[in-house]
């Protein structure tokens, strides 16, 4: 029996709640996994888990258990890429998930830029408007809009996700221009189904807060087509500045109610307090964060154009 894989095996288990789900983390049989908890429960000489068609729990062994494996797990691995440092080379796969929005016109210059300073560590990127658990999934990171859901896990901002109202003039030419926040329930919306704000609507103007509920004729998980609809002209949307920022500059776009502040979001880099990436997530968290040091570029452009007020961006960490 090789104790480290075993363990390893049971810590993944324990986390992803599944041993199929632990397998396909690491990338082994389903039989594999089971072979090796197997073995460290045959040599501990107990149960680890509890095991039904239906569940799978922790045993008060396991329980008991898990912290110190945890530990010897994460220890194993902070060896490993502290001798590849020694080398002068870290290497190895990171799995990271990543909202659409960002994704899609922004995320693939950082991936090459990375990459060509660190040719030796892969990347498996997911992509979806999903909230993970970075435990539960296996995932090294993520970045999205939501807090940390529990203390096991770190968020740190990478930069501020602004949101604008925002139609073709061709529409607007037609249905007219909203003059205040009410004057949107007039109007066909199409509205964004993951804020965190859910369906609680702030707009702002000078120390003036108006709070309403909007009902939009289209509501989607995808705000690229939100763009794309109101690029049809099909109505007012609301969506982030990192995707309407192109459509915005070249007027395809034009903003609504430019004077009325809606709330912005951070997107942050989430991980497990106990995160296994090591070196690699270290080298990958660094370079966002060293990318995104000032306001966004496509703010900028934004507030250039004064297509966009300007607004204190800086990060707290």
Known sequence: MDRLLSIEAFVTVANA??????????????????????????????ALFHRNTRSLQLSELGAAFLSECSDIALRADRLVDQMRDVRGSVSGRLKVHALPGFVFGHLAEHLRDFQDRHPSIGLDLIVSDDVIDPVRDGIDCALQIFNPASDELIGRKVFQVRRVL????????????????????????????????????????????????????????????????????????????????????????????????????????????????????????????????????????????????????????
């Not at 709640?17 to 107990?46: H, I, P």
């Not at 925002?166 to 037609?174: H, I, M, N, T, V």
């Not at 289209?218 to 794309?228: C, G, I, M």
């Open 166 to 317: 925002c139609a073709s003039p061709r529409y607007l030419e037609k249905h007219g221009q909203p003059q205040i926040p009410a004057a949107l329930r007039a109007h066909r919306l199409g509205l964004y189904s993951g804020y965190p704000t859910r369906d609680r609507w702030v707009f702002a103007r000078d120390g003036q807060e108006i709070r309403m509920d909007l009902e939009p004729v289209l509501r989607t998980n995808s705000v690229h087509l939100l763009k794309e609809y109101a690029i049809e002209h099909a109505g007012i949307v609301c969506v982030p500045t990192v995707v309407a920022a192109d459509a915005l500059l070249s007027g395809e776009l034009v903003p609504v109610l430019v004077e009325w502040s809606l709330s912005s979001f951070w997107l942050s880099v989430v991980y497990a307090r106990s995160h296994r990436g090591g070196a690699k997530l270290r080298l990958f968290i660094d370079s966002l964060l060293a990318r995104y040091t000032d306001e966004p570029p496509w703010d900028a452009q934004l507030v250039a154009r004064g297509i966009l007020g300007a607004v204190d961006g800086q990060r707290v960490e």
């Open 17 to 46: 709640k599944s041993f199929a789900g632990a397998a396909r983390q690491m990338r082994v049989s389903n039989s594999v996994v089971s072979t090796r908890v197997r073995q460290l429960e045959e040599y501990v000489g107990g």
